[in-house]
T-cell receptor, first 113, second 112 residues
Framework: GDSVTQMEGPVTLSEEAFLTINCTYT??????LFWYVQYPGEGLQLLLK?????DKGSNKGFEATYRKETTSFHLEKGSVQVSDSAVYFC????????????FGTGTRLQVTL | DAGVTQSPTHLIKTRGQQVTLRCSPK?????VSWYQQALGQGPQFIFQ???????QRGNFPDRFSGHQFPNYSSELNVNALLLGDSALYLC???????????FGSGTRLTVV
C-alpha cells in the first residue's frame, strides 16, 4: 500500500539557518504530494503541494520539488524563523487507490534565537 | 469565511462509554473526512463521507461510525471506548481533493 517516510525529529536549528526535512514515498501510479504544518494546539494547515513530477510547490519561503525518480518530496527553507517552530507532515494523495491522505509520522522543528 | 469547525475541543470519557464528535465543513465543501492522530504520530484515515454516504473507510473497527447530513456537516461516533482511542480527532473538508483538504483544529479525546 501507499506509505510516506519522514526523517525523525526533533530538528533543532538556530534562526536564519537552512532547513531540509526529508520525505520519501511509496505509491503506485502518480500521487499528489503535500506538506502540512501543525502548530501547537492546532489542526493541520496546508503548506504547499505538487501534483506531478518535477513540479515545485512553494509558500512562505518553503519549497519542495516532486522527484519521481527518487520518490522524494523534501521540504526546504533558506532561512528559518522562530515562528516556523511546528510539526511538519509530508502526505500523499493517490486517486488510484483511495480517497484519502496518507501521512508520514511528522518531523518536529524547533528554531532558537 | 469560517473554515472547518469542530466541537467539542476537548472531551474526557470513561472506558466503555460512547462519544459523538461534530464537524462543520468549510463553506462550499461537500466532502468530509475524519482522521485519528495519536500522540506523536501522523493522522490516520478513519473514513470519508460524500453525499451522505461513506465513500471510503480506513482500517478502523466497526465501533467507529459516522454520518453526514444534508448540509454536509458530519458526526463521528465511537462506541465502547478503549484507552487506545485517546487521540486528537481531525475533520477535513474538501471540494476538489487536488486542491488539498482544509482541516479543523480537532477534538482532543481522552479516555480514562
Amino acid at each position: 500500500g501507499d506509505s510516506v517516510t519522514q526523517m525523525e525529529g526533533p530538528v533543532t536549528l538556530s534562526e536564519e539557518a537552512f532547513l531540509t526535512i526529508n520525505c520519501t514515498y511509496t505509491a503506485t501510479g502518480y500521487p499528489s504530494l503535500f506538506w502540512y504544518v501543525q502548530y501547537p494546539g492546532e489542526g493541520l494547515q496546508l503548506l504547499l503541494k505538487a501534483t506531478k513530477a518535477d513540479d515545485k510547490g512553494s509558500n512562505k519561503g518553503f519549497e519542495a520539488t516532486y522527484r519521481k525518480e527518487t520518490t522524494s518530496f523534501h521540504l526546504e527553507k533558506g532561512s528559518v524563523q522562530v515562528s516556523d517552530s511546528a510539526v511538519y507532515f509530508c502526505a500523499l494523495f493517490n486517486t488510484g487507490t483511495a480517497s484519502k491522505l496518507t501521512f508520514g509520522t511528522g518531523t518536529r522543528l524547533q528554531v532558537t534565537l | 469565511d469560517a473554515g472547518v469547525t469542530q466541537s467539542p475541543t476537548h472531551l474526557i470519557k470513561t472506558r466503555g462509554q460512547q462519544v459523538t464528535l461534530r464537524c462543520s465543513p468549510k463553506s462550499g465543501h461537500d466532502t468530509v473526512s475524519w482522521y485519528q492522530q495519536a500522540l506523536g504520530q501522523g493522522p490516520q484515515f478513519i473514513f470519508q463521507y460524500y453525499e451522505e454516504e461513506e465513500r471510503q473507510r480506513g482500517n478502523f473497527p466497526d465501533r467507529f461510525s459516522g454520518h453526514q447530513f444534508p448540509n454536509y456537516s458530519s458526526e463521528l461516533n465511537v462506541n465502547a471506548l478503549l484507552l487506545g482511542d485517546s487521540a486528537l480527532y481531525l475533520c477535513a473538508s474538501s471540494l476538489d481533493v487536488f486542491y488539498g483538504y482544509t482541516f479543523g483544529s480537532g477534538t482532543r479525546l481522552t479516555v480514562v
